[in-house]
C-alpha cells in the first residue's frame, strides 16, 4: 500500500558524514511516524532513530551527538544525517514507516528495501 524508496548509501572514511533519504509514496495516507533501523551483518536489526509526524525524535545512545534524523511532511519523506561515522556504523539501514489510511485509524507499516552503508578506511 505505501512503499518506501531509500538513497544515500554508500562507502565513507572513519570520521566522515552520509545523508541517508526516505520517501514514501502511495494514495490516501497519513504518517504517524517513520524512523530508521539498521542490521549489521550477523546481527539483528536494531532501532537507529524515529520521528513523529510532528517533529519529536528519539535515537538510540550509540547514535546520539552524531546522527539527526528529521523529516518534511509536504513530501512524506524522512533523512537520516550521519556525522562521524565509526566502522560500527556500517550496517544495512532500513526505512521504516508508521502509517494509516486517511478513512482509517488502524495503526499500518511499511519497510524499505535497505540501503548498504559502509565505513572503512
Known amino acids: 500500500q505505501v512503499q518506501l524508496v531509500e538513497s544515500g548509501g554508500g562507502l565513507v572514511q572513519p570520521g566522515g558524514s552520509l545523508r541517508l533519504s526516505c520517501a514514501a509514496s502511495?494514495?490516501?495516507?497519513?504518517?504517524?511516524?517513520m524512523g530508521w533501523y539498521r542490521q549489521a551483518l550477523g546481527k539483528e536489526r536494531e532501532l537507529v532513530a524515529t520521528?513523529?509526524?510532528?517533529?519529536?525524535?528519539d535515537y538510540a545512545d550509540s547514535v546520539k551527538g552524531r546522527f539527526t534524523i528529521s523529516n518534511d511532511n509536504d513530501k512524506n519523506t524522512v533523512y537520516l544525517q550521519m556525522n562521524s561515522l565509526k566502522p560500527e556504523d556500517t550496517a544495512v539501514y532500513y526505512c521504516?514507516?508508521?502509517?494509516?489510511?486517511?478513512?482509517?485509524?488502524?495503526?499500518?507499516?511499511?519497510w524499505g528495501q535497505g540501503t548498504q552503508v559502509t565505513v572503512s578506511s
Open positions: 521504516h514507516t508508521d502509517f494509516r489510511a486517511t478513512w482509517s485509524s488502524y495503526r499500518r507499516e511499511s
Open positions: 502511495g494514495r490516501m495516507f497519513r504518517v504517524n511516524a
Open positions: 520521528i513523529t509526524s510532528g517533529g519529536t525524535a
